[in-house]
């Protein structure tokens, strides 16, 4: 079965990031057999003075594919670890979805994109979560991160929104390479250029030594620009340009 699991509000300054936290859930999962995990994405929120948050106000959400046996561990697991690891000052919520027992797809994923531009109470959350049938729980503080943690499973599921956690690593590789040889030899899907256009597997692209991805059609895709210089067609998107996702 295909699952949702996201978290938000686990972090302080000082203690370990919301997304460590989810890479570790998930490389518990790994670790114990329950199934597979795909990347963690990273889905902003509203920045509102009404809404408490440690620095950005971002979810984390990763999909498993695991044997239906294990869901009510996982969910058990998950709860436990962001109460014993969570920061004491933090409030912490996850959010557990069976994506094929959702109820209304488009409703929920409604909800996620309604978190990027207003302000939802955690009453609404609940309610919501209860309406589709997915897990939704709190593990400390004021338990407001129930609502990011609803949104960012809710915006992952819309396959159209989010940055991958972490970069993509290419030190040893050649300073080009075709669209299709990238695509061979990292976890990057597709490449489009910033208006959202495929780009032609044949085309060449300058490639940086790190390279950030974003979530797009459900897929996890290499934002590019053109290329200043004469050796390629197209070089990855700056960091500005990235920050709409």
Known sequence: MLILVSIDDTDDLESKGTGELAEEIAAEIKKRS??????????QLYVHPDIPYTSHNSAMCFEADIQQKYFSEIIAYSAQFL??????????GLCVVDIEALYDRSAFISFGRRAKGEVITKDEAYKTALSHGVHLSEHGGTGQGVI?????????????????????????????????????????????????????????????????????GHRQVLLVRPAEHAKARWTPATKQQLKRF
């Open 83 to 92: 109460a014993r690891e969570s920061a004491p000052a933090s409030d912490p």
């Open 148 to 216: 990011g943690a609803l949104a960012g499973a809710g915006l992952r599921l819309g396959g159209n929104d989010g940055r991958f956690k972490g970069k993509i690593s290419l030190k040893d590789a050649a300073a080009t390479m075709t669209v299709r040889e990238l695509m061979s030899c990292t976890p990057i899907e597709e490449v489009h250029n910033i208006e959202g256009e495929q780009i032609n597997p044949a085309d060449v692209i300058s490639i940086d030594s790190e390279m950030k991805t974003v979530l797009l």
């Open 34 to 43: 329950w199934g597979h995990t795909s990347g963690i994405t990273r889905h």
